[in-house]
């Protein structure tokens, strides 16, 4: 049973940074892309950026372009987040996903526009970016 472990949230003025971490335990880590996913109140939950960790290739939202960065520790099956220069629209419960995508599999935005198709979740961090 694949299962992951997020982590790193906090509370952070605008303009700070937070680094996200998520685990992946139970699986061959290079089989699965893994996505990072946010929810503010009273929205939909969206997509903010996804690595394949097999062949590295990864994509941001628009929204988080310069600012994000997503990088994967493959020995330690480790995906992080790391957010700089955050704002007050970052804020949000942020969650990690697992899609097995082998070999042939979306990556990049295929890969993270695919949400319903996310079988794995790890449970929320909290990102609070006060003005």
């Known amino acids: 049973e694949v299962q992951l472990q997020a982590c790193g949230g906090g509370l952070v003025q605008t303009g700070g940074s937070l680094r996200l971490s998520c685990v992946l335990f139970g699986s061959s880590f290079d089989d699965y892309g893994i996505g990072w996913f946010r929810q503010a109140p009273g929205k939909e939950r969206e997509g903010v950026s996804c690595?394949?960790?097999?062949?590295?290739?990864?994509h941001y939202v628009d929204s988080v372009k310069g600012r994000f960065t997503i990088t994967s520790d493959n020995a330690k099956r480790t995906v992080f987040l790391q957010m700089n220069n955050l704002k007050p629209e970052d804020s949000g419960l942020y969650y990690c996903?697992?899609?097995?995508?082998?070999?042939?599999?979306?990556?990049?935005?295929?890969?993270?526009?695919?949400?319903?198709?996310?079988?794995?979740w790890g449970q929320g961090t909290e990102v609070t970016v006060s003005s």
């Open positions: 996903a697992a899609m097995w995508i082998g070999t042939r599999g979306p990556r990049g935005v295929r890969l993270l526009e695919r949400l319903q198709d996310f079988r794995t």
């Open positions: 690595i394949s960790p097999g062949d590295g290739i990864i």
